[in-house]
């Protein structure tokens, strides 16, 4: 998922060809949640906070192109397509979906 201090989402795109297997993006889903955990605890809640969060948790230089900027490899809105394929998952095994986009900022 990180490689060469970049994070490379093209390894975890697409369906496993198990139904019954969770997307292959999952623990990346579960590194943007740990982020956000962590995030919680700093004096200051921002999107910069999470970031930098993000990066630790990845094992990302935080340094590299500004310890609040998205990790090098993460453009805007790359992780929606994988939180969208966690939902359709969750409602092919007949559970509720979790990720909500939340209000629009």
């Given at each position: 998922m990180v490689h060469a201090g970049a994070v490379q989402l093209s390894r975890i795109h697409g369906?496993?060809?198990?139904?019954?297997?969770?997307?292959?993006?999952?623990?990346?889903?579960?590194?943007t949640v740990l982020a956000a955990s962590r995030m919680a605890d700093d004096a200051v809640i921002s999107e910069l906070n999470y970031f930098l969060r993000l990066r630790e948790v990845l094992g990302v230089d935080v340094d590299a192109g500004g310890q609040t900027t998205r990790p090098v490899g993460l453009s805007t809105g790359a992780e929606e397509a994988f939180w969208q394929s966690w939902n359709r998952w969750l409602n092919r095994k007949g559970l509720l979906a979790t990720a909500d986009r939340g209000p629009e900022g």
């Open positions: 369906r496993p060809d198990d139904l019954d297997e969770p997307p292959d993006s999952v623990a990346f889903l579960g590194a």
